[in-house]
């Protein structure tokens, strides 16, 4: 079955940085397009930033500049490097993929950024 399992997450002073990791098995990784997904107390969850099977990105306007999505075939694995982290970027943070016409999301890693 599929499996996202996220990391890296943690608590951070503004202007800090993190690196997510998200770790894929039960899919054929290099075909897939990944995503990050963020969910703060109260709000509707937000796309961040994703990634096509050849790389190509995409960010939310609220993180370009600052975030950078990554992924690495050879470990199954999809990264997002946060840089200048603000206290707004405080959420939990999702991996996700659509495999064979299902989502699938990971459990969820905590960002706190402290001001």
């Known amino acids: 079955q599929v499996q996202l399992v996220e990391s890296g997450g943690g608590l951070v002073q503004a202007g800090g940085s993190l690196r997510l990791s998200c770790a894929a098995s039960?899919?054929?990784?290099?075909?897939?397009?990944m995503d990050w997904y963020r969910q703060a107390p109260g709000k509707e969850r937000e796309l961040v930033a994703a990634?096509?099977?050849?790389?190509?990105?995409n960010y939310a306007d609220s993180v370009k500049g600052r975030f950078t999505i990554s992924r690495e075939n050879a470990k199954n694995t999809v990264y997002l490097q946060m840089n200048s982290l603000k206290p707004e970027d405080t959420a939990v943070y999702h991996c996700?993929?659509?495999?064979?016409?299902?989502?699938?999301w990971g459990q969820g890693t905590q960002v706190t950024v402290s001001s």
């Open positions: 990634i096509s099977r050849l790389g190509t990105t």
């Open positions: 039960g899919i054929i990784f290099s075909f897939n397009y």
């Open positions: 996700h993929v659509v495999a064979g016409g299902r989502d699938y």
